[in-house]
């Protein structure tokens, strides 16, 4: 064992009895599910299924949404497995409960305490761990491994800062790469960095590709429709404190003295901040609804303040403004789920979750990238008074994504050579 992952251990051990306190503490701060809080310790929910269990983990929204496409092929190859899903957010939680096919269970990921992780593991008895990303979390991966779980990391990379740290480590890095059957980076970077690491790449794929279009009620799309009649809609998509202010401030300026009456629908990332959104929205001297106390869409501001709503609004929007990227520290939001639906997006600068997709799009011509103002504002005006303009952008931004989806789906194939 190499002696930075001996302490490690030893150092967990030791802060493992304060663990519950410290989940107080963030339950206090609504950060943890009250009604779940043992799963964090490793007390599972539910009893677990008969037969063979296949664990999938991604830390949040982004990359337990990334798994989904692999989630549902697996349930259709494989009927008879019983599919676990983790995260560490009430929010991805939140969001699984709607999207996870019947028979799939979530639970919260353990914290990656030694009496934790066995309890988690002693408990659900997977035969295959999959890891999206970059979750390495040593306690848990030694764990599994002792235990016989066949591990993958899918997606896989390592940012700048995470890199360097385990180039420090290099005998820790080489121990817990090397536990991993299947690793499949997200890029050509990804894979350098790993092989660096002494990690063995077997390809590269991005499940953040390979998902099936977001989902909509149909009965609720014609609903909206038929409420927006001709009005242009702009969407605001999983926006964050600051943004809101930024786009309102323009969308005053737009709407005044229009006949057409656009209407501006915000989806914050985090639902549970809609009011406050309205009333900045109002301050601003507009017109706002709310989805949860039943607005109509009758305003020039409609807050969509309820999780699984972006399937509806990409399909009715003229243009998408992607939230998490006029401001730092958010890293952007997936531009894929508009392009899928030929919804032509704006985004700023601040995407370095999504770097190289942005990347990509934007030397495609399928994507307009701003950090300043002054375009957002003709970005908007063009949504609205020249839409045929956007819908050939719009039309390689899915050309684009429909070629990545392919190859991603064929990851579901070395998945399954996994299972027993």
């Known amino acids: 064992m190499p002696l930075s992952l001996a302490l490690y251990g030893l150092a967990t051990r030791l802060v493992e009895p304060f663990a519950p306190a410290l989940l107080r503490r963030r339950l206090a701060r609504g950060k943890e599910d009250p009604a779940r809080l043992g799963e964090r310790l490793g007390v599972a929910g539910i009893l677990r299924p008969d037969g063979v269990l296949v664990w999938l983990h991604g830390a949040s929204v982004g990359e337990t949404l990334s798994l989904m496409a692999l989630v549902e092929a697996l349930a259709a190859a494989r009927p008879d497995i019983t599919i676990l899903v983790t995260s560490g957010t009430r929010t991805s939680a939140a969001l699984m409960a709607e999207r996870l096919p019947a028979g799939a ?22 035969s295959l761990g999959v890891f999206v990303e970059s979750e390495l979390w040593p306690n848990l991966l030694l764990a599994a491994r002792e235990r016989g779980v066949r591990l993958a990391l899918l997606s896989a990379k390592l940012s700048e800062a995470s890199f360097k740290g385990w180039r420090r480590a290099p005998r820790a890095a080489r121990r817990l790469l090397g536990g991993f059957d299947l690793i499949l980076a997200q890029d050509g970077r990804a894979a350098e960095r790993i092989a660096d690491l002494r990690g063995v790449v077997q390809g590269v794929a991005d499940l953040k590709f390979g998902a099936a279009p977001l989902p909509v009620e149909i009965e609720q799309l014609a609903a909206r429709k038929s409420d927006l009649g001709d009005r242009p809609m702009i969407l605001a ?38 009011p406050a959104i309205a009333d900045v929205a109002r301050i601003e001297g507009l017109a706002a609804g709310l989805q949860s ?18 399937g509806l609004w990409f399909r009715l929007a003229r243009l998408a403004v992607m939230g998490g990227s006029f401001i730092e520290g958010v890293g952007g939001h997936n531009p894929l789920e508009p392009a899928r639906l030929c919804a032509p997006v704006v985004s700023g600068h601040h995407v370095e979750n999504w770097a190289t997709v942005y990347r990509e799009l934007e030397a495609a011509g399928a994507v307009l990238m701003t950090a300043d103002a002054a375009v957002l504002d003709a970005s908007l005006r063009q949504a609205l ?9 719009a039309d390689r931004a899915r050309d684009y994504v429909a070629g990545r989806d392919e190859a991603a789906r064929a990851v579901a194939g070395q998945v399954l050579r996994l299972v027993p």
Do not use: C, K, N
């Open 105 to 126: 269970i979530h639970q919260y990921l353990p914290i990656d305490g030694p009496l934790a992780t066995a309890r988690f593991l002693d408990h659900w008895r997977p």
């Open 237 to 274: 998509a999983s926006t964050h404190p600051g943004e809101e202010a930024l786009i309102l401030a323009r969308w005053r300026s737009l709407v005044v003295e229009r006949v057409d009456r656009p209407l501006l629908v915000i989806v914050p990332r985090h639902p549970e901040r809609g």
């Open 293 to 310: 106390t039943g607005s109509a869409l009758d305003g020039e501001v409609f807050v969509a303040d309820a999780l699984g709503q972006l």
């Open 385 to 393: 008074d020249a839409p045929e303009t956007l819908a050939a952008m």
